[in-house]
Structures are given as structure tokens and as C-alpha cells.
């Protein structure tokens, strides 16, 4: 019997009040196609009604493949749990999901990817759920929000329990009834490989959470081919796991992106090809963090300024000395910006990101460079939840996963929101003062614990074009200060909770503010050539 089907049949086999779990990151390995034609049967049917879903990390972008907002329409999802949603720039109109989770008609919950898919690990197992450290007095923890993202989502999802003596988080497993996944190709036995792919994802982890439970798994494929002409060692969900395979020949390979060789690893590309950072105050700030790396690390970056690092090294040489990991599954190569982020080019492997997070939730790599919203005067920071402009977050996606036993974490962003800044002579000149202070008392929301980062030992950096800031067992720290600013008038003045000054307070290497290389080197440490000192 054929496992070939249209989208529409594939819309019709998903019944009111179902459990949907879908396989993507933004527009990396979305199966669009499908979550279009669950939305279009609704908008014909009123079907199917009331069903929940789960996104272990966005589904859709706002740049033309649509996701999640396929799905977002009242009456058809009533609850979504995901790792993160579509983001874009303020100016631009909001995706119809975050209208809908602004209004409160779909009850909607944000939590950290890696427990997503763990959720999934256990539902597959038949477990009860997930037991975990990761996100203990974060947003995550039910003593503060509990993943809930409005009123409406006010079933609880997660508990605090004591267990052999000290205290987790438990996560309730989620059964999926239906699981839809992505892939390349499809053979008529529904075995899938990911050749055009730029990530594996969690399509198995998803797959087996369904199928073990009785469910159904739907595979969207860009082609068919004849039994027997896949390499086993290629076939990444075996065809006993898929029920259903719909092709879409046109489905592309991430945001923007009808399909580039390098994205999935078929072809290598030169690096004199990878254009390397305009110079501006973002580049400063990205070189300074690139100091912190040493030779050997294995570190991982999030989406911001701190996605620029890899660049840097280009420039000053150093490539290849620090091996880059990201959440979707690359290992090494180059992490590719702007629309294309979450993907890699010239990876030296690509891991199912199920099994990148738990390397990232034991805290088994070196150092983490990430972006903040806001920094409070406990070190905590929150990525995660802007309510004037919500769309311009994601969310939390790995974040929590990732930072919560970091050995070493670099947070980078600018001080505060609006300034107008330059550079000139060697230094930096505030042109004009933000209105938006991004050094706050409390942070809106705590996407990463900074009592419990003190606790744990983890070293943590804040870099911000103005000055530099430690994480103490009292507080932050400001340790370096940037040439052409005044610390109280510049920074103490311009935070809204009180900061620590050491007493040997550093100057930014004025190397960083030349248009030229800086002469960065990592071996047996990040330096300058003494321009540190």
C-alpha cells in the first residue's frame, strides 16, 4: 500500500482535540505545506478543532513561510507549547499567533527547546516525564511564571518536586497523536534522508514519541525514490516509524532559501567568501567578546551581535581555533547570519539537536556567547520577553537549556536602547542618550538565573559598548570601562540599579576602534600583543 498522499488528505487525518507535534526551526526544515493545509481545511471544514501543538523550536518565519500562523486562527488551536515562535522587527506587523497570545485565545506556553524534546524522549519511552535542574528560577520555574506566555495558559505544566534530596523540575510528559516531520527524500517504504538539509532537528525524537504511543507520523519530503536506493547509514527516520509521506518539491531549505549546497554540507566554501563585519560599534563589541575565547574551546552563540564572533576570527586568522555548536545541530565550520542563522556552513558534523542539548544542558562545551534585553543586579538576564514590542523576541528557544550550566557565558548587547553612537579617534562618543535603560533593578523576565550562576561558579561576562561588567557574589561589577566614556556619567548614572567599580578598572584596548585587523591571537590565551595592558 502507498504511503503517498496529498497534503489535503494528510490535513484530514488530524480529529478535534488532537496533540500535534511539529519538527522545525523557523524556516529551517519546516513542513509548510502541510500546516497550510490544516489551516485551509479549517477555514472550509471549521476543522479540525481545539487541538494542541508542540514546537521544540519555532515553526514558520515572517518572511514567507508562514508555520505556525497556518495554524494560528481561533477556534482551530486552543493550546501551543513551543521552544520559540516567529520573530522579526518591530516595524513590521506581528505575526497572527502573537495577536493571539496577546488577546488570550490560545492558552500559550514558552519552554526551554531541550526540555521540548525531552518531552518528547520520555512521551516516547512511556515515561512520565522530564526531571531536571535546567531552568530553576527562570521563567521556567512555576515559583515564577511556569512557561506560561499569558492568562490563558493556566494549566500548570510544570512542578517543583524534591527527589533523593534536593529539588527539580518536572515536566509531564506530552503524547503526541500526530507527528509532522521533514525531510529530503522519501523511498516508497517512508525511510528519509536529509541530503538537502541544513539540520536534523528532532524528526526521530518526534517520530517515536507518535508512533510509540499509537499516533501517526506525517513526512513532508521534496521527492520520492525507489526502494533500495537509499545508504542505510543515510536514513535518518526509518520508514517503520512514518505512516505518511506528502511531497513538496518547492518546500525551501531555510528562510529565503530555495536550497545552497553549503547550508548542507555538500559542497565547502571557501572562507575568503564569508564577508566579514562593516565596521561600527557592533564590531567593536563583537571583538571585545572574541577576547574571552582561548585556543581549543568548543563554543556555542546565540542570534545577535555575538553571531558576528566567528567572523571576527576570520579576520584576525584565528579560524579554527574554537570550534562552534549550535542548538539546531552544527558542529565547527561557520554559523551563517541574518536569515539563514541556525544553520552552518562547512560543519565538521550536524548532530540531532536533541543530542546537541543535552551536551549543552550538562554544561559539556567551554563558553556560550549570547545576547540580552535586560540585565538585573542579581547578573540575571532576560532574552525572552519584551512585552512593549513581543514579536521582536522569539523567546527562549535553547537559551535556558544552554546557559544553565555553562561553565562560561558571555552576554553582549548594547547598554541601553536608542543611543545614538560613533566612533572617532580611537574611542566611542554618545551622540545622543538613550531614552530605554537596559541595566534595570528587576528584569521583566528571568531567562537566565544569575543567583543561581553565583552559586554554581559559572563565569559570567557582560560586554556592552560602554564598559565591561563581572558577575560577584554581590552584584555586577563594572572591570573595564571603554576609551571616551565617563564611568558615573556614562554608565553608573545610566543603569537603574547600582553597580560595583573595581578598583583596578581597566581600559578597552583602543586597538578594537581602528578599522583594522586588532592582531587578536588565541593561543594560550586571547591578547592583543600586550595592547590590553
Not at 472550509?44 to 514546537?55: D, Q, S, Y
Not at 525531510?183 to 517512508?190: Q, V
Not at 528571568?446 to 543561581?452: A, C, T, V
Request: charged share 20%; net charge negative.
Amino acid at each position: 500500500m502507498s504511503k503517498l498522499v496529498s497534503a489535503a488528505h494528510a490535513a484530514s487525518l488530524i480529529k478535534d482535540g488532537m496533540v500535534v507535534s511539529v519538527s522545525s526551526s523557523s524556516g529551517l526544515g519546516c513542513p509548510d505545506a502541510v500546516l497550510a493545509a490544516i489551516g485551509e481545511r479549517f477555514d472550509v471544514e471549521g476543522h479540525p478543532k481545539n487541538i494542541t501543538t508542540l514546537h521544540p523550536i519555532a515553526a514558520g518565519d515572517m518572511y514567507g513561510i508562514k508555520g505556525i500562523d497556518h495554524l494560528a486562527k481561533p477556534g482551530l488551536l486552543k493550546r501551543t507549547l513551543c521552544g520559540s515562535y516567529p520573530s522579526g522587527p518591530s516595524s513590521s506587523e506581528p505575526p497572527q499567533i502573537w495577536k493571539m497570545i496577546g488577546d488570550n485565545s490560545v492558552a500559550a506556553y514558552n519552554v526551554p527547546s531541550g526540555i521540548l524534546f525531552d518531552m518528547h524522549r520520555e512521551a516516547a519511552a512511556k515515561r512520565p516525564g522530564v526531571l531536571t535542574k535546567v531552568g530553576l528560577d527562570t521563567f521556567a520555574d512555576p515559583r515564577h511564571q511556569g512557561c506560561a506566555m499569558n492568562a490563558a495558559a493556566d494549566e500548570p505544566i510544570v512542578s517543583v518536586q524534591q527527589f533523593d534530596g534536593e529539588e527539580w523540575l518536572y515536566f509531564r510528559a506530552i503524547v503526541p497523536n500526530i507527528s509532522i516531520i521533514r525531510a529530503t527524500s522519501a523511498d516508497e517504504r517512508g525511510n528519509l534522508t536529509y541530503e538537502h538539509e541544513g539540520a536534523y532537528l528532532g524528526g526521530l525524537e518526534q517520530a517515536l514519541a507518535a508512533r510509540n504511543n499509537g499516533g501517526v507520523v506525517i513526512a513532508q519530503v521534496k521527492r520520492v525514490v525507489e526502494n533500495g536506493t537509499l545508504k542505510p547509514h543515510d536514513v535518518r527516520v526509518p520508514g517503520i516509524l512514518v505512516d505518511h509521506i506528502v511531497v513538496a518539491p518547492d518546500q525551501l531549505q531555510t528562510t529565503l532559501t530555495p536550497y545552497d549546497p553549503a547550508i548542507s554540507g555538500e559542497i565547502f566554501r571557501p572562507l575568503s567568501t564569508f564577508r566579514t563585519p562593516e565596521m561600527n560599534v557592533q564590531k567593536v563589541i563583537a571583538r571585545r567578546v572574541a577576547m574571552e575565547l582561548r585556543d581549543g574551546m568548543a563554543v556555542n552563540i546565540g542570534f545577535g551581535i555575538s553571531a558576528n564572533v566567528p567572523r571576527i576570527l576570520l579576520e584576525e586568522g584565528q579560524h579554527g581555533k574554537v570550534t562552534w555548536v549550535i542548538e539546531q545541530g552544527a558542529v565547527g565550520g561557520v554559523p551563517l547570519l541574518d536569515f539563514k542563522f541556525g544553520c552552518a556552513s562547512n560543519a565538521e558534523a550536524i548532530m540531532p539537536s536533541p543530542h546537541q542539548f543535552i551536551y549543552f544542558q550538562a554544561g559539556g562545551f567551554d563558553a556560550s556567547l549570547l545576547s540580552f534585553l535586560q540585565i538585573d543586579r542579581h547578573g540575571s538576564v532576560n532574552v525572552s520577553k519584551l512585552s512593549a514590542r513581543p514579536h521582536v523576541t522569539a523567546g527562549a528557544g535553547g537559551f535556558v537549556d544552554i546557559t544553565s550550566r555553562a561553565k562560561k557565558i558571555v552576554f553582549s548587547g548594547f547598554f541601553n536602547a536608542g543611543a545614538k553612537l560613533s566612533l572617532a579617534d580611537g574611542a566611542i562618543r554618545i551622540d545622543q542618550e538613550g531614552k530605554v535603560k537596559k541595566i534595570v533593578g528587576e528584569v521583566e523576565h528571568i531567562s537566565f538565573s544569575g543567583k543561581r550562576a553565583v552559586t554554581q561558579g559559572q563565569d559570567i561576562t557582560y560586554v556592552t559598548e560602554r564598559c565591561v561588567m563581572k558577575l560577584t557574589p554581590d552584584g555586577l561589577m563594572v572591570t573595564e570601562l571603554a576609551p571616551g566614556i565617563d564611568l558615573e556619567r556614562d554608565v553608573l548614572a545610566q543603569a537603574d540599579t547600582r553597580l560595583a567599580v573595581a578598583n583596578d578598572l581597566k581600559v578597552t584596548p583602543a586597538a578594537l576602534y581602528q578599522d583594522r585587523p586588532i592582531g587578536l591571537s588565541l593561543n594560550g590565551g586571547a591578547s592583543l600583543g600586550g595592547a590590553h595592558d
